[in-house]
């Protein structure tokens, strides 16, 4: 029973932001059209999202920006207390000449946790009181370059980390965990557009997994209980294609894209499938402001297995996946809108409903029942010269 319970807390260790753990977009412009980004450009954002298509830019643009999250998600009917997050972003593209652009992304991809610290109850799922925070932050320089319809482009990745785990433990009556822990890691993103006509763009990105060790966390958390957790945790790689068609003042896409959880230190082995995410936007853009609507699907990764309770591996995996990793959001709803303010500055605005999902498992405890609700608002301000 203890290694049960363990388990149910310390592999409380990831985020659980919309896509999985990773936002649906990055960008006021394409988070408020459903996190389309692979072949519909927006400017300095796109080093974001596909970095060829910053070979398009007619000039330089710097856009900075934050993502306000908060997420509500009960277990049980409790309420976690990590509802809010603050994700920053910043980047920057510039043309060198005709063929050539560069640009440089920095922002928060994913930031979030669970808090049952402030539990008083008899729930066996809750009264460990575990609290848990992931934090990643990407650093992103792109160059990209086109000629004709073709258009190429590559970003290495640094991305930054911070993990921290604590919970009670109720058999020797101290709290477990050593604070936080910080790493670094090297990746790639690389995409390229093409123009099949003269308003009509496809798009194809790839971007790489990103190895990540936090040195004593998982590790020291599961250690009281004889247990051996690996301490690495992977962000998995993922690629996808997209498309984007101009109508006079409207423009319409589509992006299909898909995140390879299963192949992910960490996540494989918390049992994530490989989620296939649906997004589709349209935008109205004048020379003086835009409005924007979208829609973002993506099936949750994590299985619901049918099982009974008690000290099962299936129970088990269930304990984990809903208490402390509900990664069960599927469906979100979008809209933006923006403006100059003077002939060089703008101001953009974004919003992602996620209407509440509720899940019903068997973890070790007997039934489980997990609600999950996100609401996000972002501001951006981008400056072109």
């Known amino acids: 029973m203890k290694k049960i319970v363990a388990l149910s807390v310390v592999s409380a260790v990831a985020l659980f932001a919309t896509n999985g753990d990773n936002l649906i977009g990055l960008g006021a412009k394409a988070r408020a059209m459903g996190g389309v980004g692979i072949a519909t450009y927006y400017g300095a954002e796109n080093t974001l999202s596909n970095p060829a298509l910053i070979a398009k ?5 710097v856009a900075f920006g934050a993502t306000y999250f908060a997420p509500t998600v009960k277990a049980n009917g409790v309420k976690s207390s990590a509802d809010t997050n603050v994700i ?26 669970v808090d049952y610290r402030d539990y008083q109850g008899t729930d066996p799922y809750l009264n460990m009181k575990a609290r848990t925070n992931l934090q990643l932050m990407k650093f992103a320089p792109a160059v990209a370059y086109h ?11 640094v991305q930054y980390g911070n993990l921290d785990i604590a919970y009670y433990n109720i058999m020797s009556n101290k709290w477990v965990g050593q604070g936080s822990t910080e790493d670094f890691g090297l990746g790639f993103e690389a995409g390229l557009t093409y123009d099949l006509m003269e308003n009509l763009r496809v798009g194809a990105v790839y ?9 004593h966390t998982l590790s020291v958390a599961s250690a009281p209980f004889g247990m051996n957790i690996s301490d690495k945790l992977e962000q998995p790689a993922e690629y996808g294609i997209g498309l984007s068609y101009d109508m006079d ?19 494989k082995d918390f049992g994530w499938d490989d989620q296939d995410v649906y997004a589709i936007g ?8 835009w409005a924007a609507v979208g829609f973002n699907y993506a099936q949750n990764p994590v299985a619901n297995y049918a099982t009974t309770a008690g000290n099962n591996p299936k129970a088990i995996m269930n304990t984990f996946n809903y ?20 002939e060089h500055l703008s101001l953009d605005f974004d919003i992602v409903y996620a209407p509440n999902k509720t899940v019903t498992t068997t973890g070790f405890a007997g039934p489980l029942t997990v609600k999950h609700q996100e609401t996000s608002v972002a501001f951006s301000m981008r400056y072109d010269f």
């Open 282 to 289: 349209a935008k109205y853009e004048t020379d003086g402001y």
């Open 207 to 215: 971007k790489s997994s990103i190895s990540m060790t936090y040195d």
């Open 323 to 342: 208490l402390m990793f509900p990664a069960t959001e599927e469906t979100h709803y979008t809209a933006g809108a923006g403006a100059k303010i003077t």
């Open 147 to 157: 000629s004709g319809a073709l258009a190429v482009g590559v970003a290495p990745v």
């Open 88 to 113: 920053p972003e910043v980047s920057v593209s510039e043309k060198i000449n005709d063929a050539w652009a560069y640009g440089i992304g920095m922002y928060g991809s994913a930031g979030m946790g």
């Open 57 to 61: 830019s007619k000039g330089g643009e």
């Open 249 to 267: 003042n409207f423009t319409f896409a589509f992006d299909y894209k898909r995140i390879k959880w299963s192949d992910a230190d960490g996540y």
